[in-house]
């Protein structure tokens, strides 16, 4: 009798947490939707918007210059068109296999002839990460950020590749940087979401991820 009883007791507490549980996914959906329609996104500027109608254009007019894919490529990593940017760079690679040491070469004598055009050094940055010279972009990216210094996509891609060489705390480091200047980065978030995980915040990295999702649901 004492044993049903106290099955019944477990049952209703337990009974009474899904309740709870329930009530709190309900708010906290509905916090979500509030913040997705409530919240400013990161908006592309009207110069880098030219820019990367500029470099569509030139791609449309001749789609087998490889170096016009990886113009555009570069210009679509720093506007947040981070797919097309990829699809982009594995199109100039189809077009041109040796492309990744020409683009370092082409890169490296544009960067020393113009050395304080940050787009060109970040050009440069993307050249060394596809010849696996890794430490290498990351310096690259550190001079965009001197030349930039509000530059969120640079300390973004920094971020990235410090993590996929397992330096974690640099990269949270430079994700929480980039987040500083503008914390409506959905990209960014989901960064600092990854490394979280990786250094098992568990619900650090929930919440960062559910935040770039909240981005994201804003269209950006």
Known sequence: MTNNKSQITNKSQFTKFQKLSIRILVLFVFWCLMLVISAPAWRITPELQKELNQKQAAVKADPDDADARFDLAITMAYTNNIQDGWNQLKKT??????????????????????????????????????????????????????LDPYNVWAYGYAALIL?????????????????????NVAALHLLLSEGLYKKNDAWGGFVERVEALRLRALGY
Do not use: H, Q
């Not at 296999?97 to 960067?111: A, H, I, Q, T």
């Not at 993590?163 to 914390?183: F, H, N, Q, V």
């Open 93 to 146: 690679v189809e077009l041109d296999p040796d492309y990744r040491k020409k683009g370092l070469d082409f890169y490296l004598k544009k960067v020393t002839a113009s050395p304080n055009d940050w787009r060109l050094r970040f050009r440069l940055a993307f050249a060394y990460y596809f010849n696996d010279k890794k430490r290498e972009a990351i310096r690259e990216l550190d001079n965009v950020l001197i």
């Open 163 to 183: 993590g996929e060489m397992d330096e974690i705390d640099t990269a949270l480091a430079y994700t929480k940087k980039g987040l500083k200047i503008d914390s």
